[in-house]
């Protein structure tokens, strides 16, 4: 017997750990994705009834398992669908239980790794929209609640919810399978599940908006999602280098705000706060992809940047150079206006802000970062090295109306007032 406080503690707890493969070996058994989140989300309302009273069981990953599977046979009951395959899925049923007894070991003794995998390409399948795989996989993969998810994004509940539903929906309307797609397809549908995990990480990293300037919780849940992709992925490099782009990036996060929550830039944070065992896993998961054999791909060029930032001293003591040499390379094969912006901060320290000025007055005159906060911000700070003040103020302030996030803009303004 618990409280009902120490239940739903419990329930939150194993729901954010499990859900993944609770989900996941649902979907194997029931084949449809909507109705197996759907089973799970019952057997958590029932937990939610039953522990107060019977206690939090041994295993509540396996119970709330067991308890999805009996719902999922006495629905498939009701609609007199009892073939074959639904005793078949019983008998197993009953066998688990019977093994959870003698054992004590109560969870799905299948090949698990494989349900979350293909649970992961379901949740951030192409057919859907860029909001709708973050959120599903948030909340399918990630365990995170609809409140939580609209709380990370600034969004309303309700639109969370809507983009899930929608997304569900949408799988079933395309007849989308719960499997890992062909080889040949492999790459471009990992590539989209990576720019997922990226994007949530970098709304962590650096809030587009809100009164927060990180959001730590929703960055290190997607570390926790890219390690998990890692352990059951273990021959892709890429996979490794987005966990060590992570790890090296969140290295930096105890340093990266003051105790009122505002920003501290690189070149003035104490360097003693990061955190040395998140560069230790960092740099191991670099060198995992190294040892792969086939190159650096654009996480992993930016996981080395991230490295040359964590080993060094100092702002001062930084290998400028290389991390220009690393930002050329990423460039030819990921070009981006961003990417040649963050080479321009690096020329900037590598050979001084003239140099840099050049690149940045290019990219003004080419248009394609018209609108984001950081190019006139970027310039002011070259501006304020060559000694044009007022000039730099004044790209300040341009900085600042265009920032989103209400701890950059304040920063911002406070620069253009000199």
């Given amino acids: 017997m618990c409280s009902r406080e120490s239940a739903e503690r419990a329930v939150a707890a194993v729901w954010r750990i499990e859900s993944a493969k609770i989900v996941a070996t ?4 029931t084949g449809d994705f909507a109705f197996a989140e759907d089973l ?17 069981p041994s295993n509540p990953a396996a119970w709330l398992t ?59 399948h192409p057919v859907l929209s860029r909001e709708a795989r973050v959120a599903l996989t948030l909340r399918v993969v990630g365990g995170l609640s609809s409140e939580e998810i609209a709380r990370a994004f600034l969004v309303p509940v309700a639109t969370v919810q809507q983009r899930i539903v929608r997304a569900k929906k949408t799988l079933g309307a395309a007849n989308v399978p719960f499997e890992v797609p062909p080889r040949e397809e492999y790459a471009e549908r990992l590539g989209a599940i990576l720019g997922v995990l990226y994007l949530i990480f970098n709304e962590g990293h650096a809030a587009s908006a809100g009164d927060d300037w990180m959001r730590p919780d929703l960055a290190r849940e997607a570390v926790r999602l890219a390690r998990v992709l890692a352990e059951i992925t273990p021959r892709e490099p890429e996979v490794h ?77 930084t290998d400028w150079e290389r991390i220009v040499l690393l930002y050329e390379a990423l460039g030819r094969i990921a070009p981006s206006p961003v990417v040649e912006l963050n080479r321009a901060a690096a020329v900037a320290m590598a050979t001084g802000p003239a140099n840099a000025l050049r690149i940045i007055d290019r990219l003004s005159e080419e248009g394609a970062l018209r609108g984001y906060h950081l190019l006139p911000a970027t310039r002011a700070e070259l501006l304020l090295r060559l000694g044009r003040t007022e000039e730099a103020r004044s790209e300040f302030a341009v900085a600042a109306r265009l920032a989103g996030n209400d701890r950059e803009r304040a920063l911002l303004e406070a620069k253009a007032r000199g």
């Avoid at 649902?26 to 058994?29: A, D, I, P, S």
């Avoid at 074959?84 to 299948?110: C, M, N, T, Y």
Wanted: glycine share 6%; charged share 30%.
């Fill in 26 to 29: 649902l979907t194997r058994m």
């Fill in 40 to 56: 799970a989300q019952d057997a958590l309302a029932e937990a939610l009834e039953k522990w107060p009273d019977a206690g939090i």
């Fill in 66 to 124: 067991t308890v999805a599977k009996r719902r999922a046979i006495d629905g498939w009951r009701r609609r007199e669908r009892y073939d074959e395959r639904l005793a078949v899925i019983a008998h197993d049923l009953e066998w688990e239980q019977q093994e959870q007894s003698a054992q004590g070991v109560p969870w799905d003794p299948d090949a698990i790794d494989d349900d979350v995998l293909r649970l992961i390409f379901v949740a951030c």
């Fill in 241 to 317: 280098g987005l966990v060590a782009l992570m790890e090296l990036t969140a290295a930096r996060f105890p340093a990266r705000v003051d105790q009122n929550g505002d920003p501290i830039l690189l070149a003035d944070q104490d360097r003693r706060r990061w955190d040395r065992g998140a560069i230790a896993r960092g740099r191991a998961a670099l060198a995992r992809t190294d040892a792969l054999g086939r190159g650096r791909g654009p996480y992993a060029l930016q996981a080395a940047i991230a490295e040359c930032h964590a080993v060094a001293a100092s702002v001062d003591e």
